[in-house]
């Protein structure tokens, strides 16, 4: 097995989800041998030091950001360990698709058909000019899914509802009981 011999980074944030999944995967590759600096950008210098990368190579990525510091060859964004090993090993990754325009605003309420209707009429619009992008869910996974998130806060509202009345009714009973008015 070839192993590049070079200087590869891992920019990262603390507190940064993609950056959580990354980070063991640089440190799998670390363990087989692989030299990948990790570098926090929470430390000034190191953000200057990521800056600086960047302006040579003529682009800006937020965290996590993977670059060969010699090529410019770059991951800016979450991938997967079998495209981190790719990239690793040498190899040209590209750039994920992009959405073309921003996907439509949910509605505003779930219960109004018509605010659903046209959010799913706009949707469908969206995910045919964007079928490039893979595991699009449709409207409807998408409406039923805010539904569903919709009726689990309402049942947590009314159990908390129910739960703070009859602390009022025992407070109020306890009042009673001492006298205090």
């Not at 996907?103 to 219960?111: G, T």
Request: glycine share 6%; net charge positive.
């Amino acid at each position: 097995m070839k192993k590049k011999e070079s200087t590869l980074y891992y920019f990262y944030s603390v507190g940064c989800a993609y950056c959580n999944k990354v980070e063991p995967i640089v440190d799998k590759l670390n363990s087989q041998g692989y030299k990948i600096q990790k570098i926090d950008i929470s430390d000034n210098q190191n953000k200057l030091f990521k800056h600086e990368v960047e302006k040579e190579y003529n682009f800006r990525c937020g965290t996590p950001l993977l670059i060969d510091s010699e090529t410019g060859n770059s991951i800016c964004g979450w991938r997967g360990e079998d495209t981190i090993k790719k990239w690793v090993d040498g190899e040209k990754i590209p750039e994920p698709p992009k959405p073309k325009g921003d996907a439509p605003k949910l509605p505003q309420d779930f219960n109004d058909e018509s605010q659903i209707k046209k959010f799913i009429k706009e949707y469908k619009k969206w995910a045919k000019e964007n079928s490039h992008l893979h595991g699009l869910q449709t409207a409807e996974q998408i409406i039923d899914k805010f539904k569903k998130s919709q009726e689990q806060r309402e049942k947590q509202k009314e159990s908390l509802d129910g739960r703070l009345t009859t602390i009022e009714q025992n407070l109020q009973k306890l009042m009673n009981h001492l006298g205090v008015k």
